[in-house]
């Protein structure tokens, strides 16, 4: 059994302000480790935007002339908000891009590539103060299921984002069920509460936490390691654009890996289906009934179903009978 | 333009051990208040699990025997997982039912009311510490999108749990888009950092951000604020369970408010209703075309879909006609 490094012994978290207006090419490293004395062990959190700053990510436009470039793919619209996946795997309201703190008429959006941005402060902190410091670089995120927002870390570097217990056992014996608290986004959350959101205070130093900070050169797997993996996503879509999905097809992103062959049985039975097995051949067969009408309202049921299980028609069925087969994830 | 308290200047989380292990009828207020020197302006973050061992809240069993009785509803379920919101309106793996630092085959539920739970350890510390402090009480969540967990507040009393940024500027004149961050979740979060999961650390003392504690004898609204309303969630279904539940018809909960009626004409039409459109008496009527089994299979995609945009079959539509009238929610 592994010991992974316990919970600090008390942690400070302490603003950075006073760098002024970042423009394209600001050496940030310079700004920041002269606004601040930094101690190995640090953790350095920097909001996202001056860093977009400094890498002149500022463009002329509204958020959505710009939406198309930064999104992966949408998973919800409600009027005029839009819930996106980004290219990096960040699920943003308008695809993280911001129209605040920016001159009026333009946006800012997101760092290329956050954890490189981190790397590299990271190594430029290094280079101007000689000290071990581990970088953060935050975004403002709203959550399913709660209200407002919390910042989460989109880039990381020198830190271990998620503390692995897995395997450790409480003082009851029992082995821990929650295995890794998001130290990353822990950490975002608390550096939000003394930067605050008017720009004045762009980062703040987290002391305390140095036995997560990894040594020097080692800069750890990045904020990426904390984007769920798309096939184990249960809420990859808006429950609405769920439902227009499968009846629409196509597209299946948003929906995880397919169901086990006795699911899809279990499903299609509840809809109405006949018969529905496993045959031998590993595809799932079912009968329809009724008349045209009721045939055609139940196949189009099942083919939804089957769809959102991730399943899809397969070959030549007869008349009365509908045959799926598992898709390829 | 109101004036909301700015960030802290600094913040500081120190842990707070040594209360032992707890059991019903502990003075949770009196042991706390004995472990740490409380100061005027403090918010005292404690685990759920403490508050739920003095409130006599362990269970014989395991957290499946229970889950009905903490469940108002489940969101999503993939093998032994199951995402279910509770009767608070929480959102939580096994409805926050915590078999770890229990002793084996009983399992903790959540406090009834945790908000009220805070409130009641305030008073208690206030009359214990002549202090006034806030208190939260947390729990760990996962999170749609993302890998880890963090802990949230799931109770709090005396803090306003959402710094009210709205109407505010940022110093280009643009009005801020991020409204609300979820301090209080933020706080939860920070302290997880310094508490960790061994049970050893049940609670930490945030010190820093006295701007947001409220005075004496008033709670504000308790973390109940942080529960988005379910009419405005739009992850209120695992994407798999939104079509299964639209297939199946009945319990609409979990797909927000119904769309307009326009909305409702652009989605039939897109999903090959002929000549969709919303009559003079408010209803949305569309044709049915192709034989009977077309219309079968084209009439079962309008149903579903209508469903998830929150309207339902209206009355004696003819064989070549659907219509829809909105639900009322």
New interface residues.
Partial sequence: MSTPP??????????VGGIGEIAEGDDLAGLLSAAVELRDGDVLVVTSKVVSKAEGRVRTGSREDLLAGEADRT??T?GRTS?V?THHG??LAAAGI???????GTVLLLPVDPDASARRLREGLAAATGRNVAVLVTD?AG??????????AVGAAGLQ??HD?SG?Q?????????T????A???A??A??????????PAAVAR??AALVLPRGEHGPGAT????AEAH????????????????GGDRR???VP?PAAEVVS?LS??GAGDAHVRGDGLVEAELSG???????????LE??A???GWHPAGDAARLLVRFERRTP
Same sequence: chains 1, 2.
């Fill in positions: 316990g919970p600090a012994d008390a942690l400070s978290v302490l603003p998973l919800a409600r819930i996946r960040l699920v911001d129209a605040s703190n920016t001159d009026p403002t959550r399913a299921w709660r209200d407002g927002q919390t910042d989460i984002v998620l217990y450790m409480d003082p009851h014996g029992n082995e821990l069920a929650v890794a608290p998001a130290v986004d822990e950490l959350a608390a939000d509460l003394v930067k605050g959101k008017l720009g004045r205070r305390g936490l390691a904390l984007v769920r996503d249960m809420f990859g879509l808006g429950a609405r654009e769920a439902v227009l999905a499968a009846l629409r948003g929906f995880g169901a499903v509840s809809l008349d045209d009408r009721a045939q055609g309202r139940l196949c189009a049921r939804a179903a769809f959102a299980l």
